[in-house]
C-alpha cells in the first residue's frame, strides 16, 4: 500500500484542486497548507535518513573489523550460551531438516560494560555474517513514525549489505533496547509504540527459508522493563546474562588488555584482579590503560604496581583533585579513614589494600578494602561487620571530637544499604517480613535500633586501640599514603609494645 501512496496523491491532488477552482473556491490557501505538510514530512523522513546513513558509516562491517570470542575475557558461560544459540544459524540445514523454527532474537543482559557489545560483534565473526549495529536511542525522534522508518531501512540495509558483500547471514545489535522495547502503557508515547511495533513486525517476517538471515541481537541493562511482547517465544526468547566478571575472568580481561603494553616484571596481575572487585571489563580495559598513562607520565619504559595501583584508585574514586584542605580538616580526615582501617582490619583482618588522604571525586581520603575472595553470599554477621565498618570513620571523629562532621554522609547511606538487606532477607529480629508492607516508622525504628546497637560496639572495639590511632596518624598526615602491609605493621608493632 505505501508503495501505491505517490502515485495516488500525484492522482487525486490534481483532481480536488480542479473540482474546488470549478465550484469558486480560492484554491491558493490549500495548495500553500499542503506545500508546507509536503516539506515537513519530507524534512522528517530526509532527517531520519540522514540519521540512518551517518549510522551506516560509523558502522564496522565484520571484514573490516574481525572480532573473536577469544579476545573477550571472562564471560565463559556467556559465550558459551552464546555459541549454542549460533550454531542454530551456523547449522542450517541441519535445523531444516529437523524442523526447528529459526532463531530470531537473543537478548544480552547485564550491568555496563561487560562486554554485550563485543559479543555481538563475536557473533557476527562466529557466524561470517554482515554486522549492523545501532542504539536504541538513535530511533526515537519527535516526529511520529521516523523511529519506524528507521527500523524498516535498519533490517532492508542488513539484507542489502548482506546480499553485496556474499554473505548469507547478517547481524544487527541494537544496544539499548530499553529505550524503544520498553513497557507500553497505552499512554502518550505514539511515537515509541510505532518503533517497537515496526521491530516487531521485522521480527515476525524473518524466516527460516530467508535468504539472507538475519539475526537479532539486543542488549539492556534494564530487562524487568521491557515489553512482554519483545520476550515472547518467537522473538527475543533467548537470554543471556552477561554479569560481572569473577576474579578468574577479571584476570583473564585484564592481561587482554596488557596485551600490547609492556608491563614490569614485579606485577602481579592476579593481585590486581583480587584488587578491582566489582570492576567491569571496560573498567578493567581503563585501569589498563590509565596505569599506561602514568608510566608515560613519569617517563617509565613499562607499567609499574604503582601505576596500576594509582590506576585502580582513579577507576573506583576519580581523578585526583587538588583541594586544599586546612590542617584540621586534614587531621579530622585522617582520623575518621583510621577508624574505618583499624575497624575493617579488626573484623577481617588483612582486608586493607590502602589508607590514603588524598582528595579524590568527591572524598578528602579513602581506605581501599581488598576483599579475599568473590562472594554472592552474605550472612548476617559478615554484613554486621560492614556495618561497623562503614561507621568506623564517625565512630573516631566522635572519640577525638565529641561529635560528627559531614564527612559520614557516604557511610551512613551504605550503612542503611545494608539494614535494608538485613531486613529484605529476614535477618533481624523482625524475622521473615514482607518489607513493602512497612511503614516508614517501621523502617526507622529498625534501622535506628540496628546502627545504634552497631555503633555503640564500633566504639568500644576502637577506644581499645585509641594508641594506633595516635601512632598511625603522624604517618599518615606525613606520607599521604599508607599501603595495607604498612598499616598492618603499624597495628604490630603497636600490639607488641
Ligand atoms: P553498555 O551496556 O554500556 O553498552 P557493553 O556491555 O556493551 O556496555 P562493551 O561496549 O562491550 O560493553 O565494552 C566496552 C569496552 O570494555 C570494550 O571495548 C572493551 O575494551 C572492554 N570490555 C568489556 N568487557 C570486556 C571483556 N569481557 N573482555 C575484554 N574487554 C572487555
Not at 520498553?182 to 521491530?199: A, I, S
Not at 538471515?213 to 512482554?228: F, G, H, P, Q
Not at 577507576?315 to 587538588?322: L, Q, S, W
Request: aromatic residues 6%; glycine residues 8%.
Amino acid at each position: 500500500m505505501r508503495k501505491y501512496m505517490l502515485e495516488l496523491t500525484i492522482g487525486i491532488v490534481p483532481v480536488v484542486l480542479i473540482f474546488f477552482m470549478y465550484i469558486g473556491e480560492n484554491v491558493i490557501p490549500l495548495v500553500l497548507f499542503a506545500a508546507l505538510g509536503f516539506i515537513v514530512f519530507y524534512a522528517a523522513r530526509g532527517r531520519g535518513k540522514l540519521a540512518a546513513t551517518s549510522m551506516q558509516r560509523r558502522r564496522p562491517a565484520t571484514s573490516e573489523t574481525p572480532f573473536s570470542f577469544d579476545q573477550i575475557g571472562g564471560q565463559e558461560r556467556a559465550k558459551q550460551e552464546l555459541i549454542e544459540a549460533l550454531d542454530f544459524l551456523v547449522r542450517r540445514e541441519q535445523m531444516a531438516k529437523l524442523g526447528i523454527r529459526p532463531l530470531k532474537g537473543i537478548l544480552l543482559a547485564g550491568p555496563p560494560g561487560t562486554g554485550k557489545t563485543l559479543l555481538a560483534k563475536a557473533a557476527a565473526h562466529y557466524t561470517d555474517s554482515i554486522y549492523l549495529a545501532a542504539s536504541g536511542s538513535e530511533f526515537v525522534e519527535m516526529y511520529v513514525g521516523v523511529g519506524a522508518g528507521r527500523i524498516r531501512d535498519l533490517f532492508k540495509e542488513a539484507r542489502v549489505k548482506a546480499q553485496k558483500s556474499g554473505k548469507s547471514s547478517a547481524v544487527i545489535f541494537i544496544d539499548e533496547i530499553e529505550v524503544i522495547g520498553g513497557k507500553r502503557d497505552g499512554g502518550q508515547q505514539r511515537e515509541y509504540d510505532q518503533t517497537l511495533n515496526q521491530l516487531l513486525t521485522e521480527m515476525d517476517g524473518i524466516h527460516a527459508d530467508e535468504a539472507p538471515r538475519i539475526l537479532l541481537i539486543a542488549a539492556t541493562n534494564r530487562k524487568e522493563m521491557l515489553d512482554s511482547a519483545l520476550l515472547r517465544p518467537g522473538r527475543f526468547d533467548r537470554h543471556i546474562e552477561v554479569d560481572l566478571p569473577d576474579r578468574k575472568g577479571r584476570l583473564h580481561i585484564l592481561n587482554i588488555h596488557a596485551g600490547n603494553k609492556p608491563i614490569a616484571e614485579e606485577v602481579d596481575l592476579q593481585r590486581i584482579a583480587a584488587e578491582s572487585y566489582g570492576f567491569s571489563g571496560a573498567q578493567l580495559e581503563s585501569v589498563m590503560n590509565e596505569a599506561a598513562i602514568y608510566a608515560l607520565r613519569e617517563e617509565n619504559e613499562a607499567i609499574g604496581e604503582k601505576h596500576l595501583s594509582m590506576a585502580i584508585d582513579k577507576v573506583m574514586m576519580g581523578e585526583k583533585t587538588d583541594r586544599e584542605a586546612t590542617r584540621e580538616e586534614r587531621e579530622r580526615v585522617a582520623l575518621h579513614e583510621l577508624g574505618h582501617a583499624i575497624m575493617a582490619e579488626l573484623v577481617r583482618p588483612g582486608s586493607v589494600s590502602q589508607v590514603a588522604l588524598s582528595p579524590r571525586g568527591k572524598a578528602l581520603g579513602y581506605v581501599r578494602h581488598n576483599p579475599q575472595q568473590d562472594q554472592y553470599l552474605y550472612t548476617k554477621p559478615f554484613l554486621n561487620g560492614q556495618i561497623m565498618i562503614a561507621l568506623g570513620g564517625a565512630a573516631a571523629e566522635e572519640m577525638f571530637y565529641g561529635g560528627r562532621s559531614t564527612g559520614s554522609r557516604g557511610d551512613f547511606e551504605q550503612a542503611m544499604s545494608i539494614v535494608k538487606t538485613l531486613v529484605e532477607s529476614g535477618l533481624t529480629e523482625l524475622g521473615i517480613i514482607d518489607a513493602s508492607m512497612m511503614t516508614r516508622e517501621g523502617w526507622a525504628a529498625i534501622t535506628k535500633s540496628i546502627l545504634d546497637d552497631l555503633m555503640a560496639q564500633t566504639k568500644m572495639m576502637l577506644e581499645a586501640r585509641r594508641p594506633v590511632f595516635l601512632s598511625s596518624l603522624q604517618t599518615l598526615l606525613q606520607e599521604e599514603t599508607l599501603s595495607g602491609e604498612q598499616f598492618r605493621q603499624l597495628i604490630r608493632s603497636h600490639s607488641a609494645a
